[in-house]
């Protein structure tokens, strides 16, 4: 084991990751994986297998030889899919000579996109509760991180008063996820108006994290980069791991006006060169046929979202109607409990996993979240479990 002398006055590890937390969810599911019996609500994960086709073009690939690098962008094949692919369904233009970049996940797509664009000391706003990655990625690119709370009265839904009160100076890029981990929220056409009349007005440029874009239930999912005047200014990030089922296939892109993503490309060719070619080439037939794939797997996750919400609503806890990713955000505070109580006294009696708020930012507090991407048998017998703990919680 390599160790330092304490006296040393060089600590082997980056003084940037000292206020770094490892991540909550994944604390907490080492726990998890040490139990018997467990039905997980915790992963955010889809319980369905790649489509067969898309993993048969990627067998293909394979036995074709198919086994090097590709360009940095990414294969041209890919590209020009990505951009017909955003045309015909969001509405958006890129150019892929250019304007598009693929990435390792979406994962990817942040931590470039946070690099390419921060000095030291800038600030970036992002509303929480929020996916676990923007703040550590945020202070990695030696930025600030300033979260915005959204609240469940305005079903989690970024407010521009809230935001406008946390503008500074030094505000340069705001992060914005919707449909939205974890709280299911989405954000309407009048919703995302006002957000993008207030980054234009203060000047920011806008991540969008629409990774969950088809998973909507109710009308389609706009885009904010699709706004008059606002593909100019936002980098657009998206990826296959959640409507297609390809989380391990590690598949992203971002798409942005032409300087940015040479920004970005000069980032991920010291450091990643090319997103793995087999998963480009699945990426490739996925998208030829996304439809019926992504249609398929919408219709079984928004039956699982009409059932644990009524079951949420049966059993007295309080949860807005997801509308879009697969997850569930109900409250649990008027328990008298935290959300950490919370998830550890329902997995301790019941053997259900689901996972505290809080992991997703302090405004957390008070919820937790639930993944109905998982077996409609599996959500029933959780439910079951839960509001028997939730009884058991009242008495
Ligand atoms: N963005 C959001 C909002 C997510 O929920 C996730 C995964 O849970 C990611 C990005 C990471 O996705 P990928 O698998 O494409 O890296």
């Not at 020009?80 to 692919?85: L, Q, S, W």
């Not at 904010?224 to 598949?251: V, Y």
């Not at 708020?357 to 957390?364: D, L, P, Q, Y």
């Amino acid at each position: 084991m390599i160790t330092r002398d304490s006296k040393s006055p060089r600590k082997l590890v980056a003084r940037h990751l000292e206020g770094i937390p490892r991540s909550g969810i994944r604390d907490f599911f080492d726990i998890v994986s040490t139990m018997r019996d467990v039905i997980s609500l915790g992963i955010g994960e889809p319980n369905f297998d790649t489509p067969w086709h898309v993993r048969e073009a990627a067998v293909f690939a394979l036995e074709q030889g198919a086994t090097g690098y590709t360009s940095n962008l990414g294969l041209a094949r890919l590209r020009a899919a990505v951009a017909g692919y955003l045309d015909a369904t969001f509405g958006l233009s890129y150019d892929p000579k250019d304007e598009i970049i693929v990435t390792v996940g979406v994962s990817e797509g942040i931590d470039l996109a946070m690099r390419a664009l921060l000095n030291p000391g800038d600030e970036v706003l992002y509303h929480e509760p929020c996916y676990v990655s923007y703040a550590p990625v945020i202070t990695l690119a030696h930025a600030v991180p300033v979260p915005v709370p959204t609240r469940a009265e305005h079903g989690f839904r970024l407010q521009r008063a809230d935001l406008e009160a946390r503008i500074t100076a030094r505000s340069k890029l705001l992060v914005l996820n919707y449909p939205n981990n974890p709280t299911g929220a989405t954000l309407d056409r009048e919703g995302l108006e006002a957000i993008a009349a207030c980054a234009c007005e203060h000047d920011l440029t806008v991540i969008t994290d629409d990774i969950y874009g088809e998973l909507t239930y109710e009308g389609k999912h706009v885009s904010l980069a699709s706004l008059p005047g606002m593909k100019e200014r936002t980098i657009f990030l998206h990826g296959l791991s959640k409507a297609w089922a390809m989380t391990g296939f590690r598949l992203g892109y971002a798409c942005a006006p032409p300087v940015l993503i040479e920004a970005m490309m000069k980032i991920h060719q010291y450091t990643m060169l090319c997103a793995p070619i087999l998963s480009q080439e699945a990426a490739v037939e996925a998208l030829r046929r996304a439809e019926e794939d992504v249609e398929q797997m919408r219709s079984a996750y928004r039956r699982h979202r009409n059932f644990i919400h009524a079951a949420f609503a049966e059993m007295g806890l309080p949860c807005q109607c997801p509308g879009g990713a697969f997850y569930a955000f109900p409250e649990v505070s008027h328990l008298g409990i935290s959300s950490r109580d919370f998830a550890f006294g329902l997995l301790e009696e019941e053997r259900v996993a689901v996972v505290p708020g809080t992991a997703f930012g302090e405004s957390g507090e008070g919820f937790v979240r639930c993944s109905y991407a998982t077996g409609l048998d599996d959500i029933k017998e959780a439910m079951v479990r839960t509001a028997r703990h939730v009884e058991r919680l009242r008495r």
